[in-house]
């Protein structure tokens, strides 16, 4: 949700799932790594998993995919977390994460996007907020009356949950430990429209396809954990936005949290005040299951993609080459990290090189594809759309 705009011809691959494989393709290693996994000459099954039961049977284990499956996952990745990241943080620095736990969901109800649960004030509250690398501030709704409140959802992480979200409200004045941010504040961007009589600080942040938020800027705790086997509790005092209106469509409906490379970012604050070293990563597993690390600064043995830092607004990346199947370009271009958007965006030249074989070789994945391609329909923004059965119909 990258709050400057861009174009795109975004009608090819927004779905298509195989293009996302090629903007990351660089990082896959790292990915790897960072879910702690080696390579060996045999197979591993979880312990949950369809071969294990097979063998050993099925009872009393959690169904695949329900929601005792991933709180039993969770509860065994508390066990052992503490010592696994001891281990891969070499240099023994602290790495903090959410207090309510570290994980972190794909929710394609709402707005196809990466969630988590965050904790606010005294007394705490938690809100469900979207994680977007593509902007820097976080903000909740706060003190509003047409703030949605509730929603009841059948599905989660690519799982049936069946559950029902009753979304917080924040209120400075319900919180003990709020406080407003005056005009003069270093991270108050907008002085030039303080209100003299209220003297606090405004904000206004505008996303793509005409979407904002915009409020006034407040301070409170947001409780964190120690990411090792003592867990211990880090209450970080951090500005963020208390949002009276917004204009969103179906993401976000409960706040989002900024994670850019600008000062008024959680990262960056809490990298200012020595708390952790300047750097967070986030990672994402096949069944939308993920975790999120402030401070943590990899491991020395693995794969790394340097950043373009010539601007300093966004995650960007150079993509040096393209490839479809065997057909291989030397194409390059920059491309952002942005886990704001729900789909992958891809501009011309790369758009033509992949979509009509405009590179040589040709990569036309068109040709390529497996699936039968869904005929053109005026309703359907996207160009190249195809039966799958795996999660979703297309």
Not at 125 to 132: G, I, K, M, T
Not at 141 to 166: H, I, K, M, Q
Not at 269 to 285: W, Y
Not at 339 to 364: F, M, Q, W
């Amino acid at each position: 949700m990258a709050s400057s705009s861009f174009s795109s011809r975004s009608s090819c691959t927004r779905k298509y799932v195989v293009t996302l494989l090629l903007v990351f393709s660089t990082n896959i290693q790292k990915i790897t790594n960072c879910n702690a996994f080696q390579t060996f000459g045999f197979e591993m099954h979880h312990r949950y998993s369809d071969q294990v039961k097979s063998i050993m049977g099925g009872d009393n284990l959690p169904e695949k995919g329900s929601l005792q499956y991933y709180t039993a996952m969770v509860h065994r990745d508390k066990v052992f977390r503490g010592r696994a990241l001891a281990e891969n943080n070499e240099d023994n620095s602290k790495l903090l994460t959410f207090s309510e736990g570290n994980q972190s969901f794909y929710l394609p109800l709402l707005g196809y996007l990466h969630y988590a649960y965050v904790t606010l004030g005294i007394p705490s509250l938690s809100f469900l907020v979207a994680l977007d690398t593509g902007s820097d501030l976080f903000w909740v709704p706060c003190d509003c009356t047409s703030c949605v409140r509730n929603l009841v959802t059948s599905y989660g992480a690519y799982v049936f949950l069946n559950f029902e979200l009753n979304f917080k409200i924040y209120s400075s004045n319900s919180s003990a430990t709020s406080k407003a941010v005056p005009c003069n504040n270093s991270l108050c961007e907008l002085q030039r429209e303080c209100s003299e009589s209220s003297g606090q600080c405004p904000y206004r942040v505008e996303y793509r396809e005409n979407t904002s938020s915009s409020g006034v800027l407040v301070e409170d705790v947001l409780h964190l954990i120690i990411e090792d086997h003592e867990q211990k509790d880090i209450d970080a005092r951090i500005t963020f936005g208390c949002q009276s209106n917004s204009v969103l469509s179906t993401g976000a409906p409960n706040g989002l949290f900024g994670l850019g490379m600008g000062n008024t970012s959680v990262p960056s604050i809490l990298s200012t005040k020595g708390l952790i070293a300047n750097s967070f990563s986030m990672c994402f597993g096949f069944d939308g299951v993920g975790r999120i690390n402030f401070g943590d600064k990899g491991s020395s043995d693995q794969d790394e993609t340097p950043f373009n830092l010539t601007q300093r607004t966004h995650y960007e990346v150079s993509v040096t080459k393209l490839s479809v199947g065997r057909n291989l370009s030397d194409l390059r271009f920059s491309a952002i990290f942005d886990s704001g958007s729900s789909v992958t965006h891809l501009n011309d030249p790369a758009y033509t090189a992949i979509c009509e074989g405009a590179c040589r070789p040709v990569l036309k994945f068109d040709a390529q594809a497996l699936h039968k391609r869904i005929p053109s329909d005026p309703g359907n923004p996207f160009e190249y759309c195809y039966e799958l059965n795996y999660f979703y119909q297309t």
